[in-house]
């Protein structure tokens, strides 16, 4: 699980105790699993906590885990290093990007990681990409196309016959694809 040092701990305790605020800290990965992914740690009020969040106790603060992120944090680091312009808080999470699905992985996890590992290998053959950007209550993956592949003359065929395809393939809850992608721009596109 995530290691928080001591003098991190000392760092995080003093910022909240500044915080009107603030119950503690909450710490999560955006997009994890893929090689977007991002940790982040940030002030926890009324209202930002979720549903399985993990709190734990530290020295002078209370921080909570995203559960979705608690995979991705297995071995994570935070550090604070006090230097002459002041010091710098730092978060290693060497699994944040690794796949880490299986069969009881949340949706939006097992998407990801077939557009992350199947499909965006075969775009960037032509500068694209593609990513999630919601999956919706009826079971659709909503998706954004980029690089080469926005403005691109057979973007219909690739979300359909490609990523459509091999998405239902692999996750048959899925109902389909939508694109969501504003095609107008062609300054990237492939053709």
């Known amino acids: 699980m995530v290691t928080i040092t001591e003098s991190a701990q000392d760092y995080l305790a003093e910022l909240l105790s500044k915080q009107e605020d603030a119950l503690g800290v909450r710490v999560f990965i955006n997009q994890p699993g893929t090689a977007k992914a991002e940790t982040c740690i940030a002030y926890c009020r009324d209202g930002d906590l979720q549903e399985g969040d993990e709190q734990r106790e530290y020295k002078g603060f209370k921080a909570w885990f995203d559960a979705r992120s608690l995979p991705f944090l297995e071995d994570a680091l935070v550090?604070?290093?006090?230097?002459?312009?002041?010091?710098?808080?730092?978060?290693?999470?060497?699994?944040?990007?690794?796949p880490r699905v299986d069969a009881d992985s949340p949706l939006e996890d097992r998407i990801n990681y077939v557009l992350y590992n199947?499909?965006?290998p075969s775009l960037a053959a032509h500068g694209?990409?593609?990513?999630?950007?919601?999956?919706?209550?009826?079971f659709y993956a909503v998706l954004r196309?980029?690089?080469g592949c926005q403005g691109c003359s057979a973007v219909d065929m690739t979300l359909k016959s490609g990523v459509e395809k091999t998405l239902l393939e692999q996750l048959p809850?899925?109902?389909?694809?939508?694109?969501?992608?504003?095609?107008?721009d062609r300054s990237q596109s492939y053709y």
């Open 128 to 138: 694209g990409e593609v990513s999630l950007v919601e999956v919706t209550e009826d």
């Open 145 to 147: 196309f980029g690089g």
């Open 118 to 120: 199947e499909v965006n």
């Open 173 to 184: 809850q899925l109902q389909g694809v939508r694109d969501m992608t504003d095609h107008s």
């Open 79 to 98: 550090d604070y290093s006090k230097d002459r312009m002041g010091g710098q808080l730092t978060i290693k999470a060497p699994n944040a990007k690794m």
